[in-house]
């Protein structure tokens, strides 16, 4: 009997290993199957075109995004479309090619092409590519697509706008530059053509080596405190040197702003040099008409004093001289009296001085040659200074002036005793005449009327001289000598006497380079005037004189003298007085000597009511100020002639024989 079959255990593990992969299997088909649902999902929602298709380039598949940017719908997929036809014709070659490359294993980068829409227009647009394979067998291309229109827009957008910030910022009248790190790190053509240097120049060295070294600290310091944070001011000026080594000024406004993800200061700069010189000329124009206002008023100061100063000498020379005419030559005191003749000289010397500096010094004004004034004097001095060398170079042009002989002879002394003091240990002066024309920029700038001038340079190799005394080199009684060692009168004598002649004097110098004075003087077409010879005679007379000074001391003084002289005297102390007592002795007066200023009724206006009672009425000036201002209109109004207080015995007796006779 045959019993029933034992299991086959083979049979069954096999079996139940099939049945196994079965599930693992169907498994895995799920798996795909959802994996394919994730990937058809993204795949057909991703804002980015997707595509596939074969070696031949017919689409097999492709996601929304595709159609709506090409136009097509998914029937025209179907009915065969072929990626190749979306490529403009123009760009389908060099697609081709790259394909190709891609195929043959070379890495292709995305690569921007024209596309075509299904309405036939055309648009930018970027491939990223890649090979479909399986195994080494290529069987299409995958990739996705990006629309780069809009992108395109955007960078058209910002190249027009970057160009026309540009084209301002290339053609805008100021310099434009960006400082960043301490250097420039870009900059406009205005501002290369600013400092003089080529663009490439500027954007490789540091911004502050263009700064005048005494502003390098302040512009850097600023600009280290605005990247701080801290509140500078916006807006400065400051010195820089040129390509050329010119100082200029700049006027930079200063902006804080972010340049490539980093701090940096935008500037703004604008040329101001020429209205620096402008304010710097019109700074030197107020400062010298400030001096010359305050020169003006002490000038009219030291006028008064000298004036008075000759009244007392006036009386001292009259007495001296009269108690020297009753001595005889061999008497124990004639000596001592001439003597006094001597200081009350050396007086009338320092109160001409003063007038001098108060431009009321100009006694006998006639054309003279400047060039002639000049080597005389350096002919004097150099006689008395063999320590110094004198280098002439005089004009050939006649350099002829109106002026004052003897004043002239003072200006270029007293300039040629102050070069001395600066050459303590000897030197040279050099002296040097010209004809010029001065047109009206340089007449207002030396304060003058254009015209012509003779213009004289007094140069010396001493010393020199510092800002600060520069600046009080012509106030009266200001010097540098120390006490006892010089008046201080020199060169304020010099500026009067110039300026009273209707010319300019300035200074240049610096610590050890020297001193030059120029000095222009009004030219003039008339011929130089002859020196006449005099004598030192007491002239005689035996005429009747009206005396007229209100100081009575000169008043009795000189009425001794005159009656010595054998003249008939009368005598006024005002003007008033002086009127009264010419209406009743008018028929026995031949002459009168009136003195200028006076109390009440002056001397100017004492010559005119003596006129009207006598056109012919002879009057001889009387004044301890020169003949210029208030005495050359009384001049200039008829009056016979003028005297200098003080005056010695023979220059007035020789005044008065010459308008009697």
Same mark, same amino acid.
């Given at each position: ?27 895995? =088909?799920? %798996?795909? &199957? #959802? *994996?394919?649902? /994730? $990937? !058809?999902? +993204? ?5 980015? @075109? ?104 955007? =960078?058209? %957008?910002? &190249? #027009? *706008?970057?160009? /026309? $910030? !540009?084209? +301002? ?5 100021? @310099? ?104 710097? =000329?019109?700074?030197?124009? #107020? ?375």
């Amino acid at each position: 009997m045959v019993g029933p079959s034992k299991p086959n255990h083979r049979i069954t593990k096999e079996i139940t290993s099939l049945k196994k992969r079965i599930r693992e299997l169907e498994e895995t =088909e799920k %798996a795909l &199957r #959802e *994996s394919e649902k /994730k $990937y !058809r999902e +993204l795949f057909d929602f991703l804002p980015i @075109a997707l595509f596939e298709v074969d070696l031949q380039g017919t689409v097999l598949s492709a996601n929304p995004a595709i159609f709506e940017t090409f136009g097509y719908s998914r029937s025209d997929l179907e009915q065969g479309l072929n990626g190749i036809q979306m490529i403009a014709p123009d760009d389908q070659e060099r697609l081709a090619g790259n394909i190709q490359r891609l195929l043959d294993g070379e890495w292709q980068a995305p690569s921007e092409y024209k596309g075509i829409r299904k309405d036939g227009s055309t648009f930018p647009l970027l491939i990223y590519p890649a090979v479909t394979r399986i195994g080494d067998e290529p069987l299409g291309i995958r990739g996705a697509i990006v629309d780069l229109t809009d992108r395109k827009r955007v =960078e058209g %957008a910002l &190249r #027009e *706008s970057e160009e /026309k $910030y !540009r084209a +301002l910022v290339e053609t805008a009248a100021e @310099a434009i530059f960006l400082a960043q790190d301490g250097a420039i790190a870009f900059c406009n053509k205005r501002f290369s053509d600013l400092t003089g240097y080529e663009l490439k120049e500027l954007t490789t060295d540091l911004f502050t080596a263009l700064i005048h070294p005494e502003d390098r600290h302040m512009v850097y310091d600023r600009y280290v405190q605005r990247l701080e944070g801290k509140d500078v001011p916006p807006r400065y000026s400051f010195r820089f040197i040129d390509a050329r080594g010119n100082t200029r000024w700049a006027d930079m406004s200063v902006t804080l702003i972010t340049w490539e993800g980093k701090p940096a200061s935008l500037c703004i700069a604008s040329d101001i040099t020429d209205r620096k010189q402008t304010e710097a =000329e019109k700074l030197e124009l #107020e400062r010298r008409l400030a001096g010359a206002q305050k020169l003006k008023a002490i000038g009219t100061l030291a006028a008064g004093v000298a004036h008075d100063f000759n009244n007392l000498l006036t009386g001292i020379q009259s007495y001296a001289s009269l108690i020297k005419l009753t001595l005889e030559p061999f008497h124990p005191h004639y000596e001592k009296l001439k003597h006094v003749e001597e200081l009350v000289e050396s007086g009338a010397d320092l109160t001409k001085q003063l007038l001098g500096f108060a431009r009321s010094g100009r006694y006998e004004v006639k054309p003279l040659s400047m060039s002639d004034i000049i080597r005389k004097t350096a002919s004097m001095f150099g006689r008395t200074r063999k320590e110094i060398t004198i280098r002439e170079e005089y004009s050939h042009d006649p350099c002829i002036v109106e002026a004052d002989h003897v004043q002239m002879e003072q200006v270029f002394m007293n300039l040629c005793v102050n070069a001395w003091h600066a050459m303590p240990g000897g030197g040279i002066i050099f002296l040097k005449t010209e004809q010029v024309v001065l047109d009206d920029t340089q007449a207002i700038y030396e304060g003058m009327a254009a015209g012509g001038y003779v213009k004289i340079t007094v140069t010396d190799t001493g010393t020199g001289i510092d800002e600060s005394t520069k600046a009080h080199i012509f106030d009266p009684f200001f010097t540098t000598k120390g006490m006892g060692r010089g008046t201080g009168l020199g060169l304020a004598t010099a500026y009067g006497i110039i300026k009273g002649h209707g010319g300019m004097i300035h200074v240049d110098s610096s610590p050890g380079r020297g001193t030059t004075f120029t000095i222009h003087l009004p030219a003039s077409e008339k011929e130089e005037a002859r020196e006449a010879a005099t004598d030192d005679i007491a002239l005689r007379g035996s005429e009747t004189i009206l005396l007229v000074d209100d100081e009575k001391m000169v008043l009795d003084a000189s009425m001794e003298l005159l009656e010595f002289l054998g003249y008939r005297v009368y005598s006024a102390e005002s003007g008033r007085e002086a009127m009264d007592l010419y209406r009743r002795k008018q028929e026995e007066i031949d002459l009168v000597i009136l003195d200028m200023i006076m109390p009440g009724l002056s001397g100017g206006a004492t010559f005119d009511r003596l006129a009207q009672i006598n056109p012919g009425v002879k009057v001889l000036l009387a004044s301890g100020y020169t003949i210029e201002g208030e005495a050359r209109k009384i001049m200039d109004r008829g009056c016979s002639g003028f005297i200098q207080k003080p005056f010695p015995l023979e220059k007035l007796s020789r005044r008065i024989r010459e308008l009697l006779d």
